[in-house]
């Protein structure tokens, strides 16, 4: 009974190390996480192998006000990660199911359209994460997709065409949104809604796309990060589309809680060998 307990305890650590990782991946705080845990392995072979265990000592205490200070340091990161727990606990979500209306392909065309015309816009796609308290910051508009009442709001001087849209269920759920800006240093140079699309992105899940006034790129922010696409539409077309389809399931990702965890297990357990050629 002993061992079972040992490796379900094992089991347990294992997930949770997973899915921090996991929820860290490609941002500052799992760089530094990375480092924190390269450290660590360091000091517990030094210590054990060389019995090292002044020095293990010192950089104890030393890990330890480390700890403290990766939170205060890396607040937008952590908060979106237990965010994204929090999610979780919303069996009855459905993440990102469009109406049929709004497909990546016609949002791609639209995407185009706007940077052809030179026109600013920003676009948040909600996924696990609500962006609900973003929305009161805009006009509520509630209104199917279309290429048209896009240019509408974010054609120049008209009220709305300052500020994020924000997306749900391949509908326009609110306008003229004040979302939080980046003060990520690499961003200077950067325009505001570049920086206010990075800021969503490292305070949710969301998929944050940005369509410059100035050149006309299309820039997609997620996970704190801003991907930037400058070419002809020919060539943009498809990686803009890949990034939409992963905010866009258009109803095919109606699982249930029970559903998502046992796929996500089966992506974390090792696959047990055929013997024969697979089917």
Not at 63 to 88: D, H, N, W
Not at 212 to 240: C, F
Not at 246 to 261: M, P, V
Request: charge should be positive.
């Amino acid at each position: 009974m002993g061992y079972v307990s040992a490796i379900l305890q094992i089991f347990i650590i294992y997930l949770a190390i997973y899915a921090i990782l996991k929820g860290a991946r490609g941002s500052r705080f799992g760089q530094a996480l990375m480092g924190v845990g390269i450290l660590t392995t360091i000091l517990a072979l030094s210590t054990y192998l060389f019995n090292f265990y002044v020095l293990a000592f010192i950089i104890k205490y030393i890990l330890f006000y480390l700890a403290f200070s990766t939170v205060i340091i890396f607040q937008p990161e952590i908060r979106r990660m237990l965010s994204a727990v929090g999610a979780l606990g919303n069996f009855d979500k459905v993440r990102s199911r469009s109406d049929g209306k709004l497909t990546p392909e016609s949002f791609t065309e639209t995407l185009i359209m706007l940077s052809a015309a030179r026109m600013g816009a920003l676009f948040a796609f909600e996924r696990g994460i609500s962006l609900r308290g973003y929305e009161e910051t805009g006009v509520k508009t509630d209104a199917a997709f279309s290429s048209e009442l896009v240019t509408s709001i974010f054609t120049p001087p008209l009220p709305l065409h300052d500020g994020g849209v924000v997306l749900r269920g391949g509908r326009i759920s609110s306008a003229h949104c004040i979302f939080p800006v980046s003060n990520n240093p690499d961003l200077i140079r950067s325009g505001m809604r570049h920086r206010a699309a990075v800021g969503l992105s490292e305070e949710t899940d969301a998929l944050v796309v940005v369509v410059s006034e100035e050149r006309g790129t299309i820039s997609i922010a997620h996970n704190g990060r801003l991907y930037r696409y400058d070419g002809p539409s020919d060539q943009i077309k498809a990686p803009v589309t890949r990034w939409v389809r992963k905010a866009i399931s258009n109803g095919k990702d109606d699982r249930s809680f029970l559903q998502t965890a046992s796929g996500w297990m089966a992506k974390i357990l090792p696959k047990p060998q055929k013997n024969g050629a697979d089917l």
